[in-house]
């Protein structure tokens, strides 16, 4: 890959609120978070900045969006694999677009192991997502156990070609890199072990999708992700951003890993 390769990716600073925040909590949220950007804002306009609410919460945040014309971007935490029907409890892709959900996070490993999903329904989700123009962020990571089994890429990138093999359309998607162990644990993965599996992942993509394609996929890194460390994975050529839990419920925190770049040096 290179360095011009990597300059055309927008990074994405993105929020994963998982099951926190009533739909009034959320435009508190919102508001205190866009009154935190604004003056920085226009030194961020290269930097997309995004929220993933529960369900519940989409159509208060996305009319808030709406109104004011906030510079962020919306998703939703799940999507079925299908259009309509009898499905109960399920909440489809045309109904995300309906709300103006850009994105949708699919395979997360809190439903991966909570809920069983595979690969193969993780890439069937992803694939609903495209088809009604939603961009997928298709989460993948390997368990301590795998880590010391494996290694950390193998698991990860099995994980990623076998859900990519799901998508038949030519459309975007986002990868994030999440190992497990990492997660909510406080001790993130280090910037170069974040980096080694973004290569490799972005390398799956080649594979699959072609030079351009894996060019232009945004391969983000989660996983105990705050301010103070944040810069470390943002200056990894191949991590574009970060999927943030319990870090993005914190308004100040949340604004100030957006505001990576001040902590970013040579
Ligand atoms: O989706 C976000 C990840 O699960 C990371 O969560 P965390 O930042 O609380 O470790």
Known sequence: MSESS????????AGNWKMNFDHLQAIAFVQKLAWSLKDVRHDYNDVEIAVFPPFTDLRSVQTLISADKLSLSLGAQDVSEFESGAYTGDVSAPMLK????????????????GYSESSELVGRKAAAAQTVGIVPLICVGETA??????GASAVPVQQLIKALAQLSADAEFIVAYEPVWAIGSGEPATPEQAENVAKALREVVREQKGDDVANATRILYGGSVTSQNIAGF???????????????LKVDEFSRIAQYKKHVTA
Do not use: F
């Open 234 to 248: 943002m200056k990894q050529p191949n991590v574009d951003g970060a999927l943030v839990g319990g870090a993005s």
């Open 145 to 150: 156990e795998d880590l010391e089994e494996h």
């Open 98 to 113: 309906k709300l103006e959900s850009a994105y949708v996070i699919v395979g997360h490993s809190e439903r991966r192991a």
């Open 6 to 13: 990597a300059q055309q990716r927008t990074p994405i600073i």
